[in-house]
């Protein structure tokens, strides 16, 4: 990465790091609305990768890979921000959703199954699974899902920042250990989804290839298995509060 005099050689490096803003804006893009193209995310990564080049000269202590990585995704995030996140009728249709699971556990103690959800909502399994599918770029948490009534729309902050988040302060010290429950406590099928995308790291495309469905399916049990776990958390978060 560096040149004979001893500095950062930025042609170079930018070829050698390209694959990693590649594979961040394609973990990335699973998340988003198909209105969000990967090449538009590779382009807002490289000019974080840049900047990552020129701004590590002043931080030598940290490992440029994390350390661009960081910038990469806070890149990529500052241009979402920018963006139409997730339209508001989707929205509206996740916190449907997640009313339905919060309900149908409430009831029955276990994880609701797809058609059950589809029940309770009043729909169709098939409408129910393009809501899921409209619902692509949901988030696992948001602040008005801590909230009475909120309908705002908001993209999760989960870039470096300097400010303290009181939310994650809140859930900081039993997050992570809510988390593994609530995953452990998904139908076996989510839960080896979750373990391929989170930690594997596999995009929906590999994922499905592994387990013999398509993308977009990949896409609903995802955002199925995302509102199982925020109905978990929402329901720690209020305990916690309370």
């Given at each position: 990465?560096?040149?004979?005099?001893?500095?950062?050689?930025?042609?170079?490096?930018?070829a050698e790091?390209?694959?990693?803003?590649?594979?961040?804006?394609?973990?990335?893009?699973?998340?988003?609305?198909?209105?969000?193209?990967?090449?538009?995310?590779i382009?807002?990564?490289?000019i974080?990768?840049?900047?990552?080049l020129?701004?590590?000269?002043?931080?030598?202590?940290?490992q440029?890979?994390?350390?661009?990585?960081?910038?990469?995704?806070?890149?990529?995030?500052?241009?979402?921000r920018?963006?139409?996140?997730l339209?508001?009728?989707?929205?509206?249709?996740?916190?449907?959703?997640?009313?339905?699971?919060?309900?149908?556990?409430?009831r029955?103690?276990?994880?609701?199954?797809?058609?059950?959800?589809?029940?309770?909502l009043?729909?169709p399994?098939?409408?129910?699974?393009?809501?899921?599918?409209?619902?692509?770029?949901?988030?696992?948490?948001?602040?008005e899902?801590f909230?009475?009534d909120?309908?705002?729309?908001f993209?999760e902050?989960?870039?470096?920042?300097?400010?303290?988040?009181?939310?994650a302060?809140?859930?900081?010290?039993?997050?992570?250990?809510?988390?593994?429950g609530?995953?452990a406590?998904?139908?076996?099928?989510?839960?080896?989804?979750?373990?391929?995308?989170?930690e594997?790291?596999?995009?929906?495309?590999?994922?499905?290839?592994v387990?013999?469905?398509?993308?977009?399916?990949?896409?609903?049990?995802?955002?199925?298995?995302?509102?199982?776990?925020r109905?978990?958390?929402?329901?720690?978060?209020?305990t916690?509060?309370?």
């Amino acid at each position: 990465m560096y040149n004979a005099a001893g500095v950062i050689d930025k042609k170079q490096s930018l070829a050698e790091f390209a694959p990693l803003v590649k594979r961040i804006a394609n973990h990335m893009i699973a998340k988003l609305p198909p209105s969000v193209e990967v090449d538009d995310m590779i382009q807002v990564g490289m000019i974080g990768l840049m900047d990552a080049l020129s701004r590590y000269e002043e931080a030598p202590g940290a490992q440029f890979e994390t350390y661009a990585a960081q910038r990469i995704r806070g890149a990529m995030l500052d241009e979402l921000r920018q963006m139409d996140w997730l339209p508001r009728g989707a929205r509206k249709n996740m916190r449907q959703i997640d009313a339905a699971v919060h309900a149908l556990q409430q009831r029955s103690g276990r994880a609701p199954t797809e058609a059950e959800i589809a029940n309770e909502l009043k729909v169709p399994v098939a409408e129910y699974q393009q809501m899921l599918l409209e619902g692509r770029g949901t988030q696992l948490i948001h602040y008005e899902d801590f909230l009475e009534d909120g309908d705002d729309d908001f993209l999760e902050r989960n870039c470096a920042g300097s400010g303290a988040d009181p939310l994650a302060s809140l859930l900081d010290d039993n997050l992570r250990a809510v988390l593994i429950g609530a995953i452990a406590d998904l139908p076996e099928r989510e839960k080896m989804l979750m373990g391929l995308y989170y930690e594997q790291e596999l995009n929906f495309k590999e994922i499905g290839a592994v387990l013999g469905v398509s993308e977009s399916r990949i896409c609903q049990i995802h955002n199925q298995a995302v509102s199982r776990l925020r109905v978990k958390l929402k329901e720690c978060a209020w305990t916690s509060i309370a």
